[in-house]
């Protein structure tokens, strides 16, 4: 018995959502993004989700690096690398850069932790990152939409290759995550 990948959306793609999120997520956004224009989710549960899962994600590495800082950065060269940058952005730019650190490549998971080593007040980044989480959410679960309803309106029948959009969404956006990470070593 063979399942296709838009029974398996709409069967655990809130779950996905959530796991992405918690993460760094921006692939498993966009393809869900692209699942409600198709009807498959619902767009406000999934920005829902990911904003909540999102915060989540950020407000664990806030708490690791607040409280085991010094050690990660001991024990991770490539963490404590990121560290004099995102130190100055913060002398800088604090109130801006907590909401946009899940937008810089690179710094998505270390910025949070960096940021809780470096000694934020807990409540300012707590307000300031559930601010970035929904903007994020709206912002990557809307393109997603929209890339939907794009297609829709250049191919006659989307229905025909929801299957493989959906496919090449994700495989996609992992082949550019692991480009990323290939890149940065």
């Known amino acids: 018995m063979s399942v296709s990948v838009s029974v398996l959306v709409a069967r655990y793609g809130y779950a996905a959502v959530a796991a992405g999120a918690l993460l760094e997520g ?3 956004l966009l393809a869900a993004g692209f699942a409600a224009h198709r009807g498959l989710l619902d767009l406000r549960l999934v920005m829902l989700i990911a904003a909540l ?3 989540a994600g950020d407000q664990i590495y806030f708490a690791l690096g607040r409280r085991h800082g010094a050690a990660l950065l001991r024990r991770l060269p490539r963490l404590a690398g990121q560290l004099p940058r995102v130190q100055a952005l913060l002398e800088r730019h604090h109130t801006t ?3 946009a650190i899940r937008f810089m490549v690179g710094l998505r998971t270390a910025g949070p932790l960096l940021i809780g080593w470096a000694g934020v007040n807990p409540w300012r980044f707590t307000l300031l990152n559930m601010l970035g989480a929904a903007v994020w959410a709206v912002l990557v679960g809307g393109l997603g939409y929209v890339f939907g309803a794009t297609l829709e309106r250049l191919l006659t029948d989307i229905k025909s290759v929801e299957e493989a959009l959906l496919i090449g969404i994700v495989v996609g ?3 550019l995550h692991l480009a990323r990470r290939f890149w940065r070593r």
């Open 173 to 175: 956006g992992a082949g």
């Open 53 to 55: 899962a999102g915060t």
């Open 26 to 28: 921006e692939t498993v």
């Open 97 to 99: 850069l907590i909401p």
